[in-house]
């Protein structure tokens, strides 16, 4: 992980004085580096060496920081990772480009490895990814939203990425068949998992571990399952409270206390949980079917570790 934090702030940088300025303030700005962290240990999981993983994780990086600086000007968020969004400090166009930039980086990174299916591992997982943030910037205050729908969402926009970044790990590890479709089903479980916890964080007041406001979904007016449930079950008053703060950038805390609590009478964050559970055992049962190693047991404390953010 130390050659790829040195690869990252190596190829954050440019001749044009804005762009490693904006995009090392998103990088050093205390990102968990979870998703380059599994390519790594999954390409050692299986004893072929990192090799190309190096520059695969570093890839995966970059990625993951230029959708968060598009996102944040789609969302119109004012944080990210409890400091201002790059785009309240340089502005949407720049926090645009400079995504632009840490994409065309990402690929650079992927063709230099000349391996060609791990490329198109990761491309397609960039299509993917684009895919579902206009899917859910399509589902934006749409009251109809199933839960069906959201699981599209965030299989597409999140965990797609946890899929493709240990898959390619497992490729640059000279893993087998049987292995590389380990460490894809573990990912994807992983990635479901990890955003359902995620969208249950967002009305638990937990700002700090967030690093943005409690309530942005609600106030962006994201169809995250906690809304999506509450909605399908609530009254016709509580349905008119909850739609009269989805997507209101204005929405006070009292009226997120409100959402909140319609949420805790029908256990809707509780079942958000439940389902997060599940993918999390489904993950588990992905590496069940690989030998034990210490990279086996790392991977399996990440697992923990995302689910248990919530408890």
């Known amino acids: 992980m130390a050659k790829v934090n040195a690869l990252i702030?190596?190829?954050?940088?440019?001749?044009?004085?804005?762009?490693?300025?904006?995009?090392?303030?998103?990088i050093e700005s205390g990102g968990k580096r979870l998703r380059p962290m599994l390519t790594v240990a999954a390409a050692s999981l299986f004893g072929g060496g990192v090799g190309s993983a190096i520059k695969?994780?570093?890839?995966?990086?970059?990625?993951?920081?230029a959708t968060l600086l598009h996102d944040d000007v789609v969302d119109e968020s004012d944080m990210r990772r409890g400091k201002p969004a790059a785009r309240m400090i340089w502005g949407n166009q720049a926090s645009v480009l400079v995504g632009d930039f840490l994409l065309g980086q990402a690929f650079m990174m992927m063709v230099e490895t000349s391996d060609i299916a791990a490329l198109g591992v990761l491309a397609a997982a960039a299509a993917a990814m684009a895919e579902g943030e206009v899917f859910q910037l399509a589902k934006t205050g749409d009251l109809a939203t199933t839960p069906e729908d959201y699981a599209e969402v965030i299989r597409a926009k999140t965990a797609t990425l946890f899929e493709a970044a240990c898959e390619v790990g497992a490729m640059a590890g000279g893993a087998d068949d049987a292995g590389r479709l380990a460490l894809k089903?573990?990912?994807l479980e992983l990635g479901n998992a990890f955003q359902l916890v995620d969208d249950v964080l967002d009305y638990r007041g937990e700002s700090g571990a967030m690093g943005k406001n409690t309530g942005d979904d609600l106030r962006e007016g994201k169809m995250?399952?906690?809304v999506i449930l509450a909605l399908a079950e609530g009254t016709p008053a509580e349905q008119?409270?909850?739609?009269s703060a989805l997507g209101d950038a204005e929405a006070s805390e009292a009226q997120v206390r409100d959402v909140v609590t319609i949420m805790g009478r029908y256990n809707t964050l509780t079942r958000t949980l439940d389902r997060a559970d599940a993918h999390a055992r489904a993950a588990m049962d992905a590496l069940a079917k690989?030998?034990?190693?210490?990279?086996?047991?790392?991977?399996?404390e990440v697992v923990e570790f995302s689910v248990r953010r919530a408890y």
């Open 9 to 26: 702030l190596e190829r954050a940088d440019s001749h044009v004085e804005m762009v490693p300025e904006l995009a090392r303030y998103l």
């Open 56 to 65: 695969f994780a570093a890839a995966v990086e970059f990625m993951h920081n």
């Open 185 to 187: 089903a573990y990912g």
């Open 224 to 226: 995250t399952l906690p």
């Open 240 to 243: 008119a409270l909850i739609s």
């Open 290 to 300: 690989l030998p034990g190693s210490e990279m086996k047991t790392l991977l399996a």
